[in-house]
């Protein structure tokens, strides 16, 4: 079992920045890439991005060139940093991390709102 606890989220204005958080814990050894997804009210779950064990990053167009999403393996931690904040930015982001069998787990979340 791989446990994942977010933070960072919270309520910014735009063109503002913030940078979550999401560390790890359990079977650690066994994540594979590690991704954030979001869920704005009404929508369905979306990537915005991925990363993978050795640090190959992935963005969904939406956010290309704002975002930048970082691992440290040492501290089992996945960040996102998070620039340029859009209102259509606002969403519940979750931390995923993927074994190597496929096995995924999801955080439980962190609200970030974008103020106009």
């Known amino acids: 079992q791989v446990q994942l606890v977010e933070s960072g989220g919270g309520l910014v204005q735009a063109g503002g920045s913030l940078r979550l958080s999401c560390v790890a814990s359990?079977?650690?050894?066994?994540?594979?890439?590690m991704a954030w997804y979001r869920q704005a009210p009404g929508k369905q779950r979306e990537l915005v991005a991925e990363?993978?064990?050795?640090?190959?990053?992935n963005y969904a167009d939406s956010v290309k060139g704002r975002f930048t999403i970082s691992r440290d393996n040492a501290k089992n931690t996945v960040y996102l940093q998070m620039n340029s904040l859009k209102a259509e930015d606002t969403a519940d982001y979750y931390c995923?991390?993927?074994?190597?069998?496929?096995?995924?787990?999801w955080g439980k979340g962190t609200l970030v709102t974008v103020s106009s």
């Open positions: 995923n991390a993927k074994e190597i069998n496929g096995m995924a787990y």
């Open positions: 359990g079977r650690v050894f066994s994540i594979n890439g």
């Open positions: 990363i993978t064990r050795f640090g190959i990053p």
